[in-house]
């Protein structure tokens, strides 16, 4: 569903009346500017917890001195001491006549900020890497956060809190009063865009997206890398998802528990003998607000596969019956299961009986024998190729089996584990990293004199394995390869899949280490070896990039959801400060597996210098 720019300023109205003067979610407070100030920290997102560098809060922090940067402003530093508005001779108060005049600077401008709840116009001058917009007024030099606007944009806002040590101020958005030339929003999809925190970019054209992706990369290694600029090449364009919309492959809405209902008070607790709040209606069932606690109401998502879509489509008709079951808030698992089925020569599917779809809520495991329906009822999709038919479901249980494909290779994965979740891209990002895992040719990357002396790469280890999605797509690039990773039912999966797809332990192993000696069990020649890393978002500790770098592979291809800590383990890498070996960047490119929203996923493939530090 299309929507206009007008529609998306009613909905914000809608959801914040314009006679309020702010949001009852958000009350206003307005600080005397003559008390001391404490310090204000943005609250972490639960996946961001165990984050210190390359936090979201830090990467706007970087974006916002940015941007001060290159208008001739620059910040007060949030160690500095506590300002009044009385003014000190230099000295005085402990600080430089410079430092000093910064913070009578920063005093004069708190006078001029408004009312933390009041509407203001802004200009959005840039956006930064978490996906929002930075915007200025006219003669200040303070930075609102704005989401849901682009470059080039006059938007109205809400300001919801001023950091003035930052010189940073959260804002609602609630309208755009000029369109940029970059916005469009017959582009969005989706009605609920401008509300929902889940999406940013729906009203950018594509190549948009894709080139504001590679300034996020850039910018990454700018901020965080911590090497000279001619250290790190230059970042390529990024490389798109073949579809922009419906390539979500697993979604998780959810929904609050009923009015009263605390988490951690005795009520609630199942040995008191007070009642438990119960819900009076169906709750709502969504993703959170954005900037908001709250959950918002949210019937279809249009970055979901057609067959998610359909299950969440299910699973709410379920919960208008079922609601009375629960006496706490839930999260509903919607995962995309695949049953292939290989075409008779007439071009007819050829039901197997060792395959099943899951239909039900329940989601089937992919191994129990099942009538497999010539058509798909109404909650699973069929797409045919000339070989095969796939019929798509969605599977709600975390603990059943899902299966899909990538090319021609099957994955199988506990529906609540993590697999990559834009089932689209994946052929193309796998190809990618197969065709790039072994150095160049020989005559291209050295002299004769070297080449002739350096052995082939014959090795893979996949660190981080997870089921074994790169050590069983490269497998065949390799004479034997290792996939090792922390957590053994990971490792159990992986093991299911090698011999889904045909590889015995003569081809590749699988093994379970403990996260402080992971390269302890491996014989591999270090000069005849690859490593591939797919790390969390909080990146590599120090005691692994120290393995690794004793253990000296050859070649190093490293894979992230978050790289801005992608680009300080690199920094580690090329640095290669104390005992072991240094690398250099051969390329820097960035993946879109989330399109709309301001997420990209990095590849840096890195190739040992040959000079060891000791």
């Not at 569903?1 to 206003?28: E, G, K, L, N, Y």
């Not at 402990?94 to 203001?120: I, K, M, N, S, Y």
């Not at 069983?472 to 011999?499: V, Y």
């Amino acid at each position: 569903m299309t929507t206009t720019a007008a529609q998306i300023a009613a909905a914000a109205a809608a959801a914040v009346p314009a006679s309020a003067p702010q949001d009852a979610s958000r009350p206003a407070k307005r600080q005397r500017i003559d008390a001391p100030r404490k310090q204000w920290k943005q609250k972490k997102t639960k996946r961001e917890k165990n984050i210190t560098e390359g936090s979201s809060e830090e990467v706007l922090r970087h974006d916002i001195r940015a941007l001060l940067a290159s208008r001739g402003v620059h910040h007060v530093s949030s160690s500095s001491s506590t300002t009044t508005t009385t003014t000190k001779q230099a000295g005085e108060t402990g600080l430089t006549e410079e430092e000093q005049a910064e913070e009578e600077q920063v005093d004069e401008e708190e006078e001029l900020l408004p009312p933390e709840g009041t509407e203001v116009e802004v200009d959005v001058l840039e956006l930064s890497s978490t996906g929002d917009g930075l915007a200025m007024r006219p003669g200040s030099n303070q930075v609102y956060v704005v989401p849901f606007t682009v470059p080039g944009d006059v938007a109205r806002v809400r300001a919801f809190r001023h950091n003035r040590r930052e010189r940073q101020t959260t804002a609602d958005f609630l309208s755009v009063v000029t369109p940029s030339p970059l916005r469009d929003d017959a582009r969005i999809r989706c009605r609920y865009f401008a509300s929902c925190g889940g999406c940013q970019f729906q009203m950018l054209a594509y190549p948009e997206q894709l080139r504001l992706k590679k300034r996020i990369v850039e910018k990454a290694y700018r901020h965080f890398a911590g090497l000279a600029p001619e250290h790190v090449p230059a970042v390529h364009d990024t490389i798109g998802s073949p579809l922009q919309y419906g390539y979500r492959t697993k979604l998780t809405p959810h929904f609050d528990g009923p009015p009263g209902f605390r988490p951690h008070r005795k009520h609630n607790n199942n040995n008191s003998n007070r009642p438990r709040p119960a819900f009076e209606s169906c709750p709502d069932i969504g993703f959170m607000k954005k900037g908001q606690r709250k959950v918002l109401d949210i019937e279809d998502c249009p970055i979901g596969t057609e067959a998610v879509r359909l299950g969440m489509a299910r699973e709410r008709k379920r919960m208008q019956v079922e609601y009375g079951n629960y006496t706490r808030g839930a999260t509903i698992l919607l995962r995309e299961n695949t049953t292939r089925l290989p075409k008779n020569q007439d071009g007819t599917p050829a039901p197997s009986p060792s395959l099943a779809i899951a239909a039900g809520g329940g989601g089937g495991s992919g191994a129990a024998t099942a009538v497999i329906p010539t058509e798909a009822d109404e909650y699973t999709t069929r797409t045919e190729s000339e070989t095969h038919v796939d019929i798509k479901s969605c599977v709600t249980d975390s603990k059943a089996t899902t299966t899909e494909y990538i090319d021609d290779l099957v994955f199988t994965n506990p529906a609540g584990s993590f697999f990559q979740n834009n089932n689209s891209i994946l052929p193309v990002f796998t190809a990618y990293v197969r065709d790039r895992i072994l150095p160049p040719s020989a005559a291209a990357a050295a002299p004769p004199s070297v080449s002739e002396n350096t052995p082939p790469i014959k090795y893979l280890i996949d660190a981080y394995s997870g089921s074994g999605l790169f050590t069983i797509t490269l497998a065949s690039s390799f004479q034997h390869s290792t996939g090792i990773d922390i957590a053994a039912d990971s490792i159990a999966s992986a093991r299911k899949n090698a011999s889904l797809n045909g590889l015995g332990d003569e081809r590749c192993r699988f093994i379970a280490a403990d996260a402080g000696e992971l390269f302890k069990s491996i014989t591999y020649p270090p000069d005849e070896t690859v490593v591939v890393l797919d790390p969390p978002r909080k990146g590599c500790d120090a005691d692994f990039l120290a393995q690794l770098r004793r253990f000296a592979p050859r070649r190093i291809l490293y894979v992230s959801c978050n790289v801005h800590t992608q680009a300080r383990d690199v920094g580690v890498l090329v640095r290669g400060q104390g005992e072991g070996a240094r690398y250099q960047v051969e390329s820097l490119v960035g993946f879109d597996f989330f399109p709309q929203t301001g997420h990209v996923e990095g590849v840096a493939i890195l190739s040992r210098t040959d000079k060891m530090s000791s």
